[in-house]
């Protein structure tokens, strides 16, 4: 099933960071081609504490065949492994932020896992990138495309274009 996940970073080598995440997630077992990457976008912190620097954000998909929980415990042992507490507070700056944004067509709603995720299409960070990659997307739960959602919230919050290749800089 197609998935997808939203990566961020504003500690340390942001960009590092990224690719960092990116390469963990394309190796894990169940991931498979074609894999879709967004270019990279710098967007201002939101709820994060004060003086907090700029986010690095980007998108993936990729066909997953396998347990959408066991996708969050592997993303989540990527956080760790890149540096990212488990006990972290909410809305803190961090080194990388993975979020499954969604699971094809599947609706789960646990304590554990909410796909798709319950805030993605409120979020200008995630629908930039993910308009760029599948702008006909139509989310479950939703009756427009990505594109359309991304229109609605207009220039809520600013997120500029920083990179199409993570590969160099």
């Not at 997953?64 to 006990?87: C, F, H, K, T, V």
């Amino acid at each position: 099933m197609r998935t997808g996940v939203a990566l961020g970073s504003n500690l340390g080598d942001r960009m590092e960071n990224l690719r960092a995440a990116r390469k963990e997630i394309v190796d894990l077992a169940d991931v498979a081609p074609p894999i879709l990457s967004s270019a990279i976008y710098e967007t201002d912190p939101m709820g994060c504490e004060p003086g907090a620097g700029k986010f690095l954000n980007a998108v993936l998909e990729f066909d997953y065949d396998g347990d959408p929980a066991e996708l969050l415990a592997e993303l989540r042992r990527i956080e760790e492994s890149l540096g990212r507490a488990r006990n972290h507070l909410r809305n803190v700056s961090r080194k990388i932020d993975i979020d499954l944004l969604y699971c094809g067509n599947l609706k789960i709603d646990s304590e554990q896992l909410q796909v798709p995720h319950p805030r993605m299409h409120l979020r200008k960070f995630v629908l930039q990138p993910l308009a760029k990659i599948r702008p006909e997307l139509v989310l479950p739960d939703q009756t427009k495309t990505v594109r359309e959602l991304l229109a609605q919230l207009g220039e809520s919050a600013k997120v500029m274009r920083l990179s199409d290749n993570w590969d160099s800089q």
